[in-house]
């Protein structure tokens, strides 16, 4: 089957208009053949060209490449794969940027640009893809005879881009310089602005990417513009006259009567031109300036004072005005005066008057003068006395009442006058003796004579003291009169007929001294003569010491041997009197077991033996005594059984036996078992001390090594179910040594332990 196409239709098929005229023109068989061949050639043509669109359908027409390469006739996939390869290569190789006259090499790679295939591949085939197929067939001739050539599709990594482009920014990118004064040349001085550079990263960017879109190499110039200062010299040219007048000239500061000068130098430092042209002055360097000159102005407030001097004699001590310079006002104040360029300013100081006058103080000191000046007289029936400056200015005291007419109150210290007084009275006062008896062959006789007690009533003296001291008048010292008060004793010489002795044994004890020394035996018998019979009264205290009387050699005792400390440390030596311990502890045993409360008792620093294991003695149950003529250790009980005690000692040559006598109040005593802990070992060493009471050439054992340790136990007295007292015994004794005394008096010298 066969068509006829008209001519109009072929050309259009061939792709150009063709005019025909309106009716066709005769036309001879040669033309018509001619026309014919025209036509098979058109024809033919057109075959062929739609046969080679039809042959490159899926790959890149001939002639085409990208970025250099050559993609005519590959398929995409190929395509992709040559430009990847070059591309890699390409982007690996130095680019040179050209900043500022140097070079600087980075590669496409480093400065982040990354090839596109895909994209660029696409790009490839479309051309010659659009159009009429003259348009095409145009497109296609050209691609074969003179080739196309197109971009490559890259993408760039902006941050990767910027980071690698800063090595070369350096030394080409520079800040513009603003105008400004310089203040500190001691001569202002306006310093004129200067342009900078900035750098057009992405124009410089884009021309990188461009070179890469035809993978060129040649060099990359970096694109700068110029950047103006943003204060220029003709912006603060006017400024310059008024900070030469601000800082012309020294700052006067002043304060009171000081006067502080500030170079100009200085202020140079504080002054500045702003950006506006606007002359500025520096608050923070202000206030440090403002808060060095402080320390020497600022002081707290002080109110006066009255004391006492070195001399000893009341002093005023003037009061001091407080100040406090404030800072904030005062640097207001001197901003105001710099820009002004004034020559002076006043620091703004805050004042606070004291409370109390220097004036006041004065007075107070001279009115307290005269006062310590007279002193206080002091009498009474029998005796006269007086409180003198020196009394009187130690107990003074001085009471500060702000705001009050009279801010100074002097007065006297109660418990101060009180102590002197005691003092006065020490010397005044005779105690009270109560009549003393004494069972001498079995009848109460009178041993010691009641005497009358004398004593100053200090409290009442105290109280006339003070309202004396307030009503003192100028020049009249007030005289004290004190009281002087009668004691009565409560038992006199006339009693001894009136008291009735019961004849119970409430309780005794026994300690053995049969192996005693010749010495020592004289000293426990006479002690015991001396202390038995002694008679206790209803709620009186039996006291060893004042029973006793003197231990010395007139009053027949004999050097024995006791224990003395020597060296910070205890030890057995010769002393007058040595063995009187052992009276004074077999009577606490007899006081202990009849439950009597005792008032003082001492312990010997170390065990012994015979004491605490006779038959009334426990470990711990013994009283160590010292008399002396100023002081004792003393052996204390208190009689509570309400009926009149007497106290009882026997020596029969080998143990010494006490007892207390009266009327039995009928307790029960009741003694805990000794707990005895924190045993300590002995020194087993024998030690040799120096003793010049013994002849040269005798030695003689005073110590045998004996443990120490810790005991204790407790007495209970009731009456009934009723706990009368609780008594605890608690002793720590050290661990005793082996000593013996080497004598070192002379040879042919009697020994006082023979």
């Known amino acids: 089957m066969s068509a006829t196409v008209p001519v109009e239709g072929a050309a259009r098929a061939l792709g150009r208009p063709v005019r025909l005229p309106l009716a066709p023109p005769a036309v001879g068989p040669l033309l018509v053949r001619a026309l014919l061949v025209l036509v098979s050639f058109v024809v033919a043509g057109a075959a062929g060209l739609a046969l080679y669109a039809q042959a490159l359908a899926d790959r890149v027409f001939e002639g085409v490449s990208a970025g250099g390469v050559p993609v005519g006739g590959l398929s995409v996939a190929e395509a992709e794969a040559v430009l990847e390869e070059a591309f890699v290569a390409y982007a690996g190789a130095p680019l040179t940027i050209e900043a500022n006259g140097a070079a600087f090499a980075l590669s496409p790679a480093a400065a982040g640009l990354s090839l596109d295939a895909e994209a660029t591949v696409s790009r490839a085939m479309a051309w010659g893809r659009t159009g009429s197929i003259w348009e095409r067939s145009q497109a296609w001739a050209r691609g074969l005879t003179r080739g196309i050539a197109v971009p490559l599709v890259v993408d760039l990594d902006p941050a990767r881009a910027d980071s690698a482009l800063r090595p070369a920014v350096v030394g080409v990118a520079v800040a513009p310089v603003d105008a400004w004064v310089r203040m500190d040349g001691g001569e202002p001085e306006l310093v004129p602005d200067r342009s900078g550079v900035a750098i057009d990263a992405a124009a410089t960017l884009a021309a990188i990417a461009d070179r890469a879109a035809v993978r060129s190499l040649e060099p990359v110039p970096l694109v700068t513009r110029p950047v103006p200062a943003a204060i220029s010299a003709d912006d603060l040219a006017g400024s310059v006259p008024s900070a030469r007048a601000a800082v012309d000239a020294p700052l006067l500061l002043r304060a009171d009567d000081a006067v502080w000068h ?12 702003d950006r506006t042209g606007t002359l500025a002055v520096d608050r923070e360097a202000l206030g440090g300036l403002v808060g060095t000159l402080a320390v020497d102005i600022d002081r707290e407030v002080a109110d006066a004072d009255v004391v006492v001097g070195d001399d000893g004699r009341l002093t005023a001590v003037a009061s001091v005005e407080g100040a406090a310079v404030d800072v904030a006002a005062s640097v207001d104040r001197l901003a105001a005066a710099l820009l002004a360029g004034d020559a002076a300013a006043d620091l703004v100081v805050a004042r606070t008057a004291p409370a109390i006058t220097t004036a006041a103080a004065e007075a107070a000191a001279v009115d307290g003068e005269r006062r310590l000046e007279a002193g206080m007289p002091l009498r009474w029936d029998g005796g006269r006395a007086a409180l003198d400056r020196g009394d009187l200015l130690r107990a003074l005291t001085i009471r500060v009442r702000p705001g009050e007419p009279e801010p100074f109150v002097l007065g006297l210290d109660r418990d101060l006058i009180g102590e002197r007084l005691d003092e006065i009275a020490a010397e005044v006062d005779e105690p009270v003796r109560d009549a003393r008896f004494r069972v001498v062959a079995g009848k109460v006789t009178l041993a010691a004579e009641a005497r009358e007690g004398r004593a100053l009533e200090t409290g009442r003296g105290v109280e006339g003291v003070l309202a004396a001291w307030e009503s003192a008048k100028p020049g009249a010292p007030s005289e004290v009169e004190l009281t002087v008060e009668t004691i009565a004793p409560r038992w006199t010489g006339t009693d001894a007929a009136k008291i009735k002795l019961g004849d119970d044994v409430i309780a005794e004890g026994g300690t053995y001294y049969g192996d005693s020394s010749g010495p020592r035996r004289q000293n426990v018998e006479l002690a015991s003569s001396r202390l038995t019979g002694w008679l206790v009264p209803p709620g009186g205290v ?42 004074s502890t077999t009577i606490f045993h007899a006081a202990f077991w009849a439950g009597l409360p005792i008032e003082e008792r001492y312990q010997h620093p170390y065990y012994l033996r015979t004491y605490g294991e006779a038959v009334s003695g426990l470990p711990g149950l013994d009283a160590m005594v010292n008399i002396e003529l100023d002081w004792a250790l003393d052996l204390k009980f208190r009689n509570t059984t309400g009926n009149w005690l007497a106290v009882e000692l026997v020596a029969d040559g080998e143990n010494l036996w006490s007892r207390i006598l009266g009327t039995d109040p009928g307790w029960e005593v009741e003694v805990s078992e000794p707990v005895v802990s924190d045993r300590v070992a002995p020194d087993p060493k024998m030690y040799v001390t120096d003793s010049p009471e013994l002849p040269r050439g005798q030695d003689l054992v005073v110590e045998t090594a004996s443990e120490g340790f810790d005991v204790s136990f407790t007495r209970t007295v009731r009456a009934g179910t009723k706990t009368l007292d609780t008594y605890t015994v608690s002793a720590s004794f050290t661990a005793a040594r082996n000593l013996t005394l080497r004598g070192t008096g002379p040879a042919d010298m009697a020994s006082p332990f023979a």
């Open 262 to 273: 500030v170079p100009a130098a200085d202020l140079a430092r504080v002054v500045s031109v």
């Open 542 to 583: 039996f006291s060893y010491a004042e029973n006793i009387g003197p231990i010395d050699l007139a009053s027949g005792y004999e050097t024995g041997y006791g224990i003395v400390e020597q060296d910070g440390r205890f030890i057995t030596a010769p002393v007058i009197g040595g063995g009187i311990c052992q009276v």
